[in-house]
Nanobody, 120 residues
Framework: QVQLVESGGGLVQPGGSLRLSCVAS????????MGWYRQAPGKQRELVAA???????NYADSVKGRFTVSRDNAKNTVYLQMNSLKLEDTAVYYC??????????????WGKGTLVTVSS
């Protein structure tokens, strides 16, 4: 089993910044892609940013130029630096990781989420 634990959420004013972290632990053979999703009240969960094992990144159009995803493979950790936050960024942010098994299949894991509230 693999556990993902997010941290770094909180209350921030519009225009402010936050940095989210997600640490993966447990039976990790190899971490493939990792990423961040978010779910605002009354909306579906959506991809925010993702990063492959090789470091290639992908962002939702709504956060391009404001958010940066990165990872530290030695620490099994993925980060999301969020700058110029807007009211519409308010959501629960979830970490996702695709983990390879030595048996030849991959599994997706999810964290429990961390709340980001952007409010004046």
């Amino acid at each position: 089993q693999v556990q993902l634990v997010e941290s770094g959420g909180g209350l921030v004013q519009p225009g402010g910044s936050l940095r989210l972290s997600c640490v993966a632990s447990g039976s990790i053979f190899r971490l493939n892609g990792m990423g961040w999703y978010r779910q605002a009240p009354g909306k579906q969960r959506e991809l925010v940013a993702a990063i492959t094992g090789g470091g290639s990144t992908n962002y939702a159009d709504s956060v391009k130029g404001r958010f940066t995803v990165s990872r530290d493979n030695a620490k099994n950790t993925v980060y999301l630096q969020m700058n110029s936050l807007k009211l519409e960024d308010t959501a629960v942010y979830y970490c996702n990781a695709n983990v390879a098994s030595p048996l030849g299949y991959d599994l997706d894991y999810w964290g429990k989420g961390t709340l980001v509230t952007v409010s004046s």
